[in-house]
Antibody
Framework: EVQLVESGGGLVQPGGSLNLSCAAS????????MNWVRQAPGKGLVWVSR????????AYADSVKGRFTISRDNAKNTLYLQMNSLRDEDTAVYYC??????????WGQGILVTVSS | QSALTQPPSASGSPGQSVTISCTGT?????????VSWYQQHPDKAPKLMIY???KRPSGVPDRFSGSKSGNTASLTVSGLQAEDEADYYC??????????FGTGTKVTVL
């Protein structure tokens, strides 16, 4: 059974940083592209970032480009999202998802990031 | 990276059908067959319901079907059941390793 578990969220001040992790099990992690998707409170899903199985071909939404960095450690079956220069509008639940057919075939449970002073 | 357009809401009585549209452009929905649909219940993670515009993952009831014509994709839920009440989102590949989601549709079972 595929399991994705996000961690690393919490409350951070504007301008601060957080590093999210997504631990994967039940799959050959290095074979999968992976995505981060976020959802602000009461709002819709928004694609954030994507990375190829070998760690190449990272892509970002315009709203986070230059501030967020996606990476992965295939030896640890873990996906990361380093978030810098955080803004109020980055407040959201962040989901990681496997990518065979789109931004999420399997999804984690989500992790809340709150940016507030 | 503009969001795909979905109607805010749709509804139907149990047993009826409801169809949700997802309108994009030739740079996303119209340019690729990589359209997927997700169901999301309150405070839950999304669930993949349709991929590659028309294909159903294992375990998804055949009451759910997808189609695409030009720049518009559609999700039809036939034989509505109470548990189908949820938010539904479409997504499309938009080139250059980028995805875009739809604005979301709240389906209500009357």
């Amino acid at each position: 059974e595929v399991q994705l578990v996000e961690s690393g969220g919490g409350l951070v001040q504007p301008g601060g940083s957080l590093n999210l992790s997504c631990a994967a099990s039940g799959l050959t992690f290095s074979n999968y592209w992976m995505n981060w998707v976020r959802q602000a409170p009461g709002k819709g899903l928004v694609w954030v970032s994507r990375i190829k199985g070998d760690g190449s071909n990272a892509a970002y939404a315009d709203s986070v480009k230059g501030r967020f960095t996606i990476s992965r450690d295939n030896a640890k079956n873990t996906l990361y999202l380093q978030m810098n220069s955080l803004r109020d509008e980055d407040t959201a639940v962040y989901y990681c998802g496997t990518d065979r057919y789109g931004p999420g075939d399997y999804w984690g449970q989500g992790i809340l990031v709150t940016v507030s002073s | 990276q503009s969001a795909l357009t979905q109607p805010p809401s749709a509804s139907g009585s149990p047993g009826q059908s409801v169809t949700i549209s997802c309108t994009g452009t030739s740079s996303d929905v119209g340019g690729y067959n990589y359209v997927s649909w997700y169901q999301q219940h309150p405070d839950k993670a999304p669930k993949l319901m349709i991929y590659e515009a028309t294909k159903r993952p294992s375990g998804v009831p055949d009451r759910f079907s997808g189609s695409k014509s030009g720049n518009t994709a559609s999700l039809t839920v036939s034989g509505l059941q109470a548990e189908d009440e949820a938010d539904y989102y479409c997504s499309s590949y938009a080139g250059s390793n980028i995805f875009v989601f739809g604005t979301g549709t709240k389906v209500t079972v009357l």
